[in-house]
Every structure is written in C-alpha cells, then in structure tokens.
C-alpha cells in the first residue's frame, strides 16, 4: 500500500509539473493532455499494486509508463521530439532529485524507512515547497528555448539533461539503495543536475545571440541597401529639377513656335514637331506606395523588380510618415517578405503579388503579402523552410524574430 502511494505522488508531481510547464504553451491540447495521462497514471498504479500481475521490477514499469507519457505530450503539445525531450528529462531530473533526498533523509535519520508514509509525507513538503519555484523558472525560460528554431542546436541540447538522468539511473541501481543515497552521492547528484541546467542556459544564450547577430546583418544588409536606393532617388530628383528649369526655360520658345505654325496654318511641321517634343519631355515621376519615405523607397525598388519580371504588383498601403518602430527592423520584415515573394512567383505563369499594410490602433502594423507559388510553402513547428538550401529560412526566422521581439 505504501508503495503504491508512494509511487502515485511521484507520478502525480511529475506529471503536474509538466502539465504547468506547457500550459500556456501554443496549441497545447489542455483537455486531451489531462485525460490521457490521468488513464495513464491510473493503468500504472494499478500494475504497481500487483492488481494486475506480480511486479517484480517497479523501476522497468515506470520506465514503461514514463515513455507512454512522453508519447502522450507528443501528440498534445506543438514541440518538436527533441524540444520535448529536454523540458521531459529536465523535469525527471528534478524528480530524481527530490526522490533522491527522501532516500537520503529516511536512510540518514532512521525516522522513517523508505517508500513509508514519512517518506510520502517529505516528498509532498519538497514537491508543494519546489514546483513554484521550478514553475516561475520554467516561464521565463520556456519563451525563449520555443523562439530558437534551429533543429540542429535542439538535436545537440535535449541530450544534456538526458545524459545526467542516464549517469543516476546507472550508477542508482534502486532509489532507496541504502549504499549509493551518501552525502557525496547526493550532492553530486544535485550537482549534476545543477551544472546540465546551467548548461542548457549558456547555449540557449550563445544561440540567442547567434539569431540576433543574423537579425543585425539582416538588418545592415537592408540599411545600406536603403541607403544605396536614397542616393539614387536623390540623384535622379536633382536631375529631374534640372530637367524641369531647362523645360521652364525652352517653353517661351516652344509656344513662340507653336503659334507661328498655328499663323501659318502649316499643321504638317506643326504635328511633326509635336512628335518631336515629346521625345523630350522629362519622364514621368516615380510612383508612390505610401508616406513612410524608408518603406516607400523599399516599395519602389520591388515595385520597379516586380514590372520588369512581368509580375501583376498590386497594393492596398496605408501607413504614415512616421511609425514607432526602427526602419531597420521595418526594412527586414517588409524586404525579406517582398523578396520572398519575388522569388516564389518570377517562375511562375500570371505571377500575382497583393500587399497589405497598415496600422490597427496605435502599435500595432500588419502587413499581408499574398503571392502565387509553385508549391506551397513547408513549415514546421510555425516555421517555414527554405527553397533555396536546407533547413530553416533565415529571411523568415528574422521576421519571426522581430515581430515575437515586438509581442506580435
């Protein structure tokens, strides 16, 4: 009977704590979550008892039972396998830990053996007293580990907590084992736990601060690629200025003409030298998208890519001179999305792009780019992959980044 309880609140905390971790995680099936793995533990206390069957091995089932959890969390959360495998053997750490200092309390103090209802009654102090604490840890961290989609850096990551819960199970033959729960054992054990967290931590810093640095250059490539369009836009407003004094200046000659073939009534030279004359007219002016000068220059630069591709370009922009966000960070979003679209569609037969912008109230932009494509584009855990080499898109993941960065 002991036993059993024992094993249920274990269970019940480790599961509980889990369940609060991904909580207010997107897509997180809450109710079919709580109804699987409720059965779940049920089935495992029933085969803990000895309802079932004889049991001679309690560590085997709760491995059984413990990869059937993992299995449930796959189908209920919106996580990678490998992302799940992390906070799964982080939090199993945890539990380790805690189970490892009942043992060493029961065992040191005598009070009270093993799996015994004193045993119970610490593990609920411990686990009432940490799961807050574990609970406040895990929601400022697990933000920030779900914006890192680099599947390569999640491959290598999920491993260090998984190689620490290995190195106790091995070298624990039983958690109650009276001859590994020593000092040393214990505060290596927490030790261990301590150094794979604080691990974790450190690559998911240094990988954060590789996404930022790939926002920076993104954010450089487009700035001075703004600038290099500015410079143009500047040379060619002064040559149309020149344009338009030297038209201002010949235009008393031009109408001292016209008149004079008018007079004559020689209409002939009149309509040939009209023909002429319009040859010299200075082109038309550049067509503006919208009142931001940054966007607009941006919106030039593709709208003139986009007539030269043969692409049908339509726009709906309203946005004015001033936004309260960078254009740096406005020129990566709006320019990977635009060259996205370009590059999806130039191939394509009637090529189509729609664009959308605007502000709704006072923070908050929306830009909609619809496009037509090949095929449609492969996502995974709400990022999209690249068609132009393997893995995650960067372009993407930067306007990823920076509408999460701005709570978008």
């Given amino acids: 009977m002991e036993t059993t309880v024992y094993t249920a609140v ?23 979550a709580l109804v699987s ?11 803990v008892s000895g309802l079932l069957f004889p049991v001679h091995n309690v560590r085997f089932l709760e491995i059984i039972f413990s990869l059937i959890s993992l299995f449930i969390y796959s189908f209920c959360i919106n996580f990678s396998i490998p992302q799940l495998l992390l906070f799964y053997f982080l ?13 060493y309390v029961s065992v040191r103090s005598e009070l009270f053996s093993p799996q015994s209802w004193g045993s119970i009654l610490l593990s609920i ?54 001859d590994t729960i020593g000092t040393r054992f214990i505060l290596a054990r927490i030790l261990l736990t301590i150094v794979s967290l604080v691990l974790c931590i450190l690559l998911l810093q240094a990988m954060e601060n590789v996404v930022q640095q790939t926002v920076l250059r993104e954010q450089l490539k487009y700035t001075e690629h703004i600038s290099e369009l500015q410079k ?7 040559e149309r200025i020149e344009e338009m004094r030297r038209f201002r200046h010949d235009m008393r000659q031009h109408i001292n003409l016209i008149q004079s073939y008018l007079s004559s009534g020689n209409t002939k030279a009149l309509k040939e030298y009209m023909d002429t004359y319009k040859i010299t007219l200075p082109s038309p002016p550049q067509k503006h998208y919208c009142k931001h000068p940054t966007l607009d220059t941006l919106l030039g630069y593709y709208g003139e890519k986009y007539a030269s591709s043969g692409i049908d370009f339509e726009t709906n922009i309203n946005l004015p001179e001033t936004l309260p966000f960078p254009d740096p960070d406005l020129c990566v979003i709006f320019g990977n999305l635009l060259e996205n679209a370009l590059e999806s569609c130039s191939a ?11 502000l709704s ?12 494509a090949p095929v449609p584009p492969k996502a995974a855990d709400a990022s999209f992959f690249s068609s132009k080499h393997e893995g995650l898109g960067i372009g993407t993941q930067s306007v990823k980044y920076l509408a999460e960065h701005y709570n978008g």
């Fill in 10 to 32: 274990n269970t019940f905390f480790i599961n509980a704590t889990l369940i609060l971790v991904f909580w207010n995680s997107p897509n997180f099936k809450k109710k079919a």
């Fill in 37 to 47: 793995i409720t059965l779940n533990v049920l089935l495992k206390l029933i085969c």
């Fill in 91 to 103: 939090v199993l750490d945890y539990v380790i830990i805690v189970r490892g200092i009942v043992s």
């Fill in 125 to 178: 102090i411990l686990y009432m007293v940490s799961v807050p604490v574990i609970l406040h840890f895990t929601k400022r961290t697990i933000k920030r580990f779900q914006n890192v989609k680099v599947p390569s850096f999640w491959r290598m990551m999920w491993m260090i907590p998984a190689i620490n819960t290995m190195i106790v199970l091995i070298f624990t033959n039983v958690f109650q084992s009276p």
């Fill in 232 to 238: 143009a836009q500047y040379i060619q407003l002064q």
């Fill in 348 to 358: 394509q037969k009637d090529p189509k792009i729609r664009i959308a912008a605007g």
């Fill in 361 to 372: 109230g006072v923070h908050t932009l929306f830009l909609i780019v619809d496009n037509t």
